[in-house]
């Protein structure tokens, strides 16, 4: 059964840092880019990171530039967002994906989904 399950969500007061993991099974992670987006409650859910299928790329929304970074390790089949500095705009359930077409914004092209994890920035 192909599964995404993110892990690593939590209440974090602003400035904290957290640490998302993307488990990936049912499949092998090397041939796909995974891709972080979150959605606030009221909001569009909005692209945050994306790592190419080799690593070698990755990408990030100008809101989260220079605070987080995107990682893999296929080895483990898991993907990783490290997230510093945090603010409570960045409170949010958060949310990977894999697509098979590269990274991008665009929200069809990421064919499975994890179920999400919340994460709450607040004093």
């Known amino acids: 059964q192909l599964q995404l399950v993110e892990s690593g969500g939590g209440l974090v007061q602003p400035g904290g840092s957290l640490r998302l993991s993307c488990a990936a099974s049912?499949?092998?992670?090397?041939?796909?880019?995974i891709g972080w987006f979150r959605q606030a409650p009221g909001k569009e859910r909005e692209g945050v990171s994306c790592i190419s299928s080799s690593g070698r790329s990755t990408r990030y929304a100008d809101t989260v530039k220079g605070r987080f970074t995107i990682s893999r390790d296929n080895a483990k089949n898991t993907v990783y967002l490290q997230m510093s500095s945090l603010k409570p705009e960045d409170t949010a359930v958060y949310y990977c994906?894999?697509?098979?077409?590269?990274?991008?914004?665009?929200?069809?092209?990421?064919?499975?989904w994890g179920q999400g994890t919340q994460v709450t920035v607040s004093s």
């Open positions: 994906a894999r697509t098979g077409y590269g990274c991008s914004d665009y929200v069809p092209s990421y064919d499975y």
């Open positions: 049912g499949f092998t992670l090397d041939y796909y880019a």
